[in-house]
T-cell receptor, first 113, second 114 residues
Framework: QQQVKQSPQSLIVQKGGISIINCAYE??????FPWYQQFPGKGPALLIA?????SEKKEGRFTISFNKSAKQFSLHIMDSQPGDSATYFC????????????FGSGTQLTVLP | EAQVTQNPRYLITVTGKKLTVTCSQN?????MSWYRQDPGLGLRQIYYSMNVEVTDKGDVPEGYKVSRKEKRNFPLILESPSPNQTSLYFCASRVPGQGFNEQYFGPGTRLTVT
């Protein structure tokens, strides 16, 4: 079964610090790697996504780093803020007609003021 | 406002009592899907639909049914709920096709089966 492994399960960071969440995948038949952000009581929302032919993508304080040879990708949140406190899911998008998303297990991020 | 709506948001039921969770989207999306979210397991896809009258199993379809009679609606049916179906459920929709198209999630339905 396709898998995306995510770590850590939980993360506590001081305001202004850097939050780093890591994911690794096994199946090579993925062609997009999105990250979703979920606040309590809400559905996940797309944060940022990257294609495997790009090593890094930055949007504001959020950066995805992608290592195709290692089958790993990570989310970096620079200058973390209390408002970033949420659950983050990495995902991998399959190449089939359904383009199914396979999600990681999630990371609960807490940014202390 | 473009959105995916789900009802009910919270539901407590007993084992074996049939229930339906409704999902509706107003974005004219052809693709819709259902996920369940469990601690430590992330989101797992239950069923998806590529278009009206076209549905297919996801990773965890056992114990669930779906139907897609209209483009905007994609109800999730539990014919005989069991305690292991206690979970947080999300409906989602997106534009299908090549490339990466953002998937929009509903607010979730928290189901407890006793």
């Amino acid at each position: 079964q396709q898998q995306v492994k995510q770590s850590p399960q939980s993360l506590i960071v001081q305001k202004g610090g850097i939050s780093i969440i890591n994911c690794a995948y096994e199946n090579t038949a993925f062609d997009y790697f999105p990250w979703y952000q979920q606040f309590p009581g809400k559905g996940p929302a797309l944060l940022i996504a990257i294609r495997p032919d790009v090593s890094e993508k930055k949007e504001g304080r959020f950066t995805i780093s992608f290592n195709k040879s290692a089958k790993q990708f990570s989310l970096h949140i620079m200058d973390s803020q209390p408002g970033d406190s949420a659950t983050y899911f990495c995902a991998a998008c399959g190449t089939g007609s359904a383009r199914q998303l396979t999600f990681g297990s999630g990371t609960q991020l807490t940014v202390l003021p | 406002e473009a959105q995916v709506t789900q009802n009910p948001r919270y539901l407590i039921t007993v084992t074996g009592k049939k229930l339906t969770v409704t999902c509706s989207q107003n974005m004219n999306h052809e693709y819709m899907s259902w996920y369940r979210q469990d601690p430590g397991l992330g989101l797992r896809q239950i069923y998806y639909s590529m278009n009206v009258e076209v549905t297919d199993k996801g990773d965890v379809p056992e114990g669930y049914k779906v139907s897609r009679k209209e483009k905007r609606n994609f109800p999730l049916i539990l014919e005989s709920p069991s305690p292991n179906q206690t979970s947080l459920y999300f409906c989602a929709s997106r534009v299908p096709g090549q490339g990466f198209n953002e998937q929009y999630f509903g607010p979730g339905t928290r189901l407890t089966v006793t």
